[in-house]
Every structure is written in structure tokens, then in C-alpha cells.
């Protein structure tokens, strides 16, 4: 054979990266526990002890010092620090209808520049909203395929992004076509979002980074390179940041949408874009709810529990998503500073829903459930009501409150039954 070893071993991480990114949960990749009874023992870092190991005793000291302490461990050692709001950002509407889905919505299409001149990198936002007099409480939400994917609506703008490759949804040479329009339709409900009363903002996540690995020279990254700097430092940003980033500039542009209620923006995404809305929670305080959808790894799961995906296998195939501090924890999770109950402690008091998947177990749906318990005495701390149930619910039973979680039957993806409950969840917390 003409393969060296060390380039076997790199097509064996290319056939791996294709297969996760193609079918995405197709299949539980071998080698990894799905085992309870095999969790090692662990124990957490607590959210209520100061870095020093004295005790949080009130609201004030987690709002002045210890949620500070947390939110700078996250952002040196896992996700990576992002820059500031640019000091120019440009909104162009480029399209308007006030007669869309069937003539029950109002649907629009804004662009996100960062300079006047228009030049370099923007993000298009695609937005549903409901046909009436008063402003709507809103879901902003990154998509996988393009807003084109969410709906078979013709008008939507076809993006011209690089694109991953994907079976069936109309991408040739990792661009989108025609036969892409509605592709993802089936994970977004528009119609049903906008009878209950709220608008969609939806953008696609490619437009923030393309995800895959450049060493960070496409996306909004070489933005904002000091003279001579040609990647993140290993505190910096990674992938995950910056969708986080977008969405925090989308919420820039909602702000100045007098049809929006700027107070009523609920934050949701998906898998990769679940670990991302749960870090955009966690950095802007402005979203009013976060969601996370079968996050797993990175995301709502313990680190510590060792549970299906780990630290070191998405740090492997995937190693532009974190920064480069994460990879110190390879196999190494009890010396992580923080664990993911506190990424969840970062978004207390607001409200908080992770949902997961009972045959997910990948994404570890019963770690998902221990970051909010753990988590939850945080809230209790801030005057929210704790979780409702110590033990993990049983499927398609949810839990609700200021934090909220489901299990429901099935594999990862996002269906109707999730987004109901995210619909009642918006509802509760607005009192609607
Ligand atoms: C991969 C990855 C997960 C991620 C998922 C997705 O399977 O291992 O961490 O959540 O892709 O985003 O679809």
C-alpha cells in the first residue's frame, strides 16, 4: 500500500468527519460508553464556591464576582474570548412582504454588514413574524442549510455560501440550488410558530464561520486579527464563539425592529447550534429564554460524565468549534475548571430549556438533564423556583418552570413535539 500510517490514521479522521457531518447521528460511533453503570466517579466544581473556595452567600456576590469568575474560565479555557459589538454595523433591509405564508405573516429579510462600504463578510437574516398591530415576541434560531431550507417559500434569498455536502439536499460542488428550497422544512414549523403569536429569525450559521477547518482564514474571524495575527490565540474564539458572536448581531439588528419586543427574544438551536445558543445565553444577557435541542457534548452534558461523545473526540474531528485551550482536557475532563451545569448557571435568572432525545444517546441525554439539576441551585439562589423534579423525567413527560427539560422518544433531530414545548415554555415565562 501507498498509505503511510500517519496517512491512513488522517483518512480514517476524514471518513469519520464525513460520516458525523453527513448523517449526523446516523449511527453511535464504536469505542465510546453508553454504559451507566461505567460513568466514573466524578466530582463537580461548585458554581456557589469563589475560585478561592470560600462560600457564595447572596445574590449580589454571584452577580458581582463569582458569575464573572465562571464566565472567564468558559471563555479562556473552552469556547474562546470573542471580540466587542464592532463599532459599525450596517442594517439593510433587502426584502418585504406583508402577505407571506398564505397571507398570515409579514416575512422580511435583512443584511448584516460590518462597514458601510458593504464589503467583506455579512449575515442574512430571514424573519417571520405574525400579521398584527402590536410588536411579537420573538425565536432567533442559526440554521444548518440555509434559510432557503427552512420553507419551500420561493422569495426566501437562495444562499450562496459554501455549503457542507449532504445527501438530498440539493448542494452540488457545496452549494446550495434550487432543489434545496424546504430541504430542512420538516425541523421548522413557521406556520404553527406564528398562529401562537411569535416570529422566527433565522440565519445561517455558514455565514458567521463555514464549519469546517481553515485554521480560520473565511468566516468573521480575520476581522478582527491584530497587525500580524493570522489565527485565534488559544484563549480566542473558535467556532462556536463566533455563531455565538452572529447571533448577538442579529439581536443588535432585532433591537432596532419596532416590530419585535426586544425584552421577548428566545434563543434556540440545534446539536452544534445547541452548544452554540446555550454560550450566546451565557455571554448576552439580553436573550429573555435559552434553548438548547439535544446539545450533548460542549453543550448541556456533564464533561465529567465521560457519557458517549467526548472531550477529546470532538476536539479531535471537529478542532476549529472550541479554542485551542479545550484540547488541555483531552481525556482529562476532571481538571476542566468549569463543568457544563455552569455554562446553565450562566443563563440564571432567565429562563433556561434543554431538551433531549431518548435514543440520542451520543449527545448524553441524561448528562444534559444533571447540568440543570446542578445548575438549579443557582436560580434557587436568585429567587427562581428550583427544578421541578431531582430525577430524571421519564420520556415525553416534560418539566417546566424558569427551567424547563423533556426527554422525549425518538432519535436527534428537532420535531413539532419539541417545539410545542418550547411554544408553551415562551408562553409561560411571557404569561401569555
Ligand atoms: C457531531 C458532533 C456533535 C454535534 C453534532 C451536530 O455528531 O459529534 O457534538 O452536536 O455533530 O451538530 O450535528
New binding site residues.
Given amino acids: 500500500m501507498l498509505f503511510s500510517k500517519h496517512s491512513s490514521s488522517l483518512m480514517a479522521l476524514l471518513v469519520v468527519t464525513f460520516l458525523?457531518?453527513s448523517f449526523?447521528?446516523a449511527f453511535q460511533p464504536e469505542g465510546y460508553n453508553y454504559d451507566e453503570a461505567k460513568v466514573p466517579a466524578y466530582s463537580l466544581p461548585d458554581p456557589l464556591k469563589f475560585e478561592d473556595g470560600s462560600a457564595v452567600r447572596n445574590a449580589q456576590q454571584w452577580k458581582t464576582k463569582r458569575r464573572a469568575e465562571i464566565l472567564h474560565l468558559f471563555e479562556t479555557e473552552v469556547y474562546g474570548k470573542s471580540p466587542a459589538r464592532p463599532a459599525c454595523l450596517h442594517f439593510e433591509q433587502t426584502s418585504f412582504s406583508d402577505n407571506a405564508l398564505d397571507g398570515i405573516a409579514i416575512r422580511k429579510e435583512v443584511s448584516i454588514w460590518f462597514n458601510k462600504e458593504k464589503t467583506g463578510p455579512h449575515l442574512d437574516l430571514l424573519i417571520y413574524l405574525p400579521k398584527q398591530k402590536t410588536p411579537a415576541p420573538v425565536f432567533l434560531t442559526l440554521n444548518f442549510k440555509g434559510n432557503h431550507s427552512i420553507s419551500k417559500d420561493p422569495q426566501i434569498k437562495l444562499s450562496q455560501q459554501w455549503m457542507r455536502a449532504s445527501s438530498n439536499s440539493g448542494i452540488v460542488d457545496h452549494r446550495a440550488t434550487e432543489k434545496s428550497r424546504g430541504v430542512a422544512s420538516s425541523r421548522w414549523p413557521v406556520e404553527m410558530i406564528i398562529k401562537r403569536g411569535y416570529g422566527l429569525a433565522t440565519m445561517y450559521y455558514g455565514d458567521i464561520d463555514p464549519d469546517f477547518d481553515d485554521g480560520f482564514q473565511n468566516g468573521v474571524h480575520p476581522l478582527f486579527y491584530k497587525k500580524g495575527q493570522t489565527k485565534p490565540n488559544a484563549d480566542q474564539w473558535g467556532s462556536v464563539a463566533a455563531w455565538a458572536w452572529g447571533l448577538s448581531r442579529a439581536f443588535d439588528y432585532l433591537e432596532t425592529d419596532c416590530a419585535v419586543v426586544s425584552e421577548k427574544v428566545a434563543v434556540m438551536g440545534?446539536?452544534?447550534?445547541?452548544?452554540t445558543s446555550l454560550w450566546a445565553g451565557a455571554t448576552d444577557e439580553r436573550f429573555a429564554i435559552v434553548i438548547s435541542n439535544?446539545?450533548?457534548?460542549?453543550?448541556a452534558a456533564l464533561s465529567r460524565r465521560h457519557f458517549g461523545?467526548t472531550v477529546e473526540?470532538?476536539n479531535n474531528?471537529?478542532p476549529h468549534w472550541f479554542c485551542g485551550n479545550f484540547k488541555k482536557y483531552n481525556e482529562k475532563e476532571s481538571t476542566l475548571p468549569v463543568d457544563q451545569h455552569e455554562l446553565i448557571a450562566l443563563i440564571a435568572p432567565r429562563a433556561v430549556y434543554v431538551a433531549s432525545a431518548k435514543e440520542d444517546t451520543?449527545?448524553d441525554p441524561h448528562g444534559e438533564f444533571l447540568s440543570l439539576l446542578h445548575a438549579s441551585k443557582v436560580y434557587e439562589l436568585l429567587g427562581k423556583k428550583p427544578i421541578a423534579s431531582k430525577q430524571w423525567p421519564q420520556p415525553n413527560k416534560p418539566i417546566t418552570g424558569s427551567i424547563g427539560y423533556h426527554v422525549r422518544t425518538g432519535k436527534?433531530d428537532v420535531t413539532n413535539y419539541d417545539w410545542n414545548r418550547y411554544l408553551d415554555f415562551a408562553d409561560l415565562q411571557y404569561e401569555k
Fill in positions: 458525523c457531518n449526523a447521528f440545534h446539536s452544534r447550534l445547541g452548544k439535544d446539545s450533548g457534548c460542549g453543550g461523545e473526540r470532538i474531528v471537529f451520543w449527545a436527534h
